[in-house]
């Protein structure tokens, strides 16, 4: 998909009059209880629902990894990235694409996409998998560290989220977990220059992570995808440039 194509779709959005509300379809079916009514409506009504099987993504994630990656270019021809909590594979197809792990660009250099998940992921061309695997225990980071050989990461992405447990706080404490999993080990793997994205949820959390990254990266971003939705509390934290272990 060219990258204008998102843009020119948010232009709509917004002539439209909402950036974050979108246009209410009711499903035509009953549905048995009010929850599955409302996420019926939800996808119904949702556009990037719809963008996800018109382009071929997995899952309506691949829009937000798009729209921070066309803002801030982290993922460029030839890099080396690692998708935490991969599954089922959209943002492995985004990045797959955008640095060219597929040789789709013939003449231009290849990189490596290396995705990640507790859950399988299918086969995506140009990425290697390691499914069924807990991020967070030493001997699947060992494994991914072994896999990279002596290549560092140009980018570690985290998507991860822990199952909800419906305890608001302890959620929130389960997700910062698994960024400061995906921060320490892409200290580790990445070399200088490179990015780290991670997913976490709204709260008192994100301004300790945001100053812990600080220390070893130039620039410490908070974004909110016009693809996420509004009234979730998700919100991704992007470090850039690295700078190194000394
Ligand atoms: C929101 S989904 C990711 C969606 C994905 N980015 C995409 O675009 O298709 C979150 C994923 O994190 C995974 N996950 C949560 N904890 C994990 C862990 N400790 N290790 C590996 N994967 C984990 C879940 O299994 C789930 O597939």
């Known amino acids: 998909m ?36 409302d996420w019926l409506t939800r996808q119904l009504s949702d556009p990037f629902v719809e963008m996800a099987k018109k382009y071929n993504y997995r899952c309506r994630s691949a829009f937000k990894l798009i729209e921070i990656d066309d803002k801030f270019k982290i993922l460029l021809p030839g890099n080396v990235v ?36 507790k859950q399988l992921i299918y086969p995506i061309e140009g990425a290697s998998i390691f ?39 302890l959620d929130r404490e389960n997700i910062i977990k698994l960024c400061y999993s995906a921060l320490k080990f892409a200290v580790i793997v990445s070399k200088k220059g490179a990015s780290v994205l991670v997913k976490l949820w709204q709260g008192q959390e994100m301004l300790d992570l945001q100053r812990d990254m600080s ?4 620039n410490v971003k908070i974004v909110k995808p016009n693809s996420s939705r509004s009234d979730s509390i998700e919100m991704f934290m992007l470090g850039r440039g690295f700078k190194g272990l000394r």
């Open 2 to 37: 060219k990258k204008t194509l998102i843009t020119r779709f948010f232009h709509i959005r917004m002539l439209s009059g909402s950036c974050c509300r979108y246009k209410k379809v009711q499903p035509s079916v009953k549905s048995k209880n009010v929850s599955s009514h």
């Open 215 to 218: 220390r070893f990266y130039d």
């Open 131 to 169: 499914e069924n695997m807990d991020f967070t225990e030493q001997t699947s980071q060992e494994k991914l560290v072994n896999f990279l050989g002596s290549n560092r990461a140009d980018a570690v992405l985290s998507d991860m989220a822990p199952s909800a447990t419906g305890i608001r706080d």
């Open 82 to 117: 690692i998708d935490c909590g991969a599954a089922p594979g959209s943002w492995t197809q985004v990045a797959v694409k955008r640095v060219n792990a597929n040789l789709s660009d013939k003449n231009g250099s290849q990189g490596t996409v290396i995705a990640i998940d």
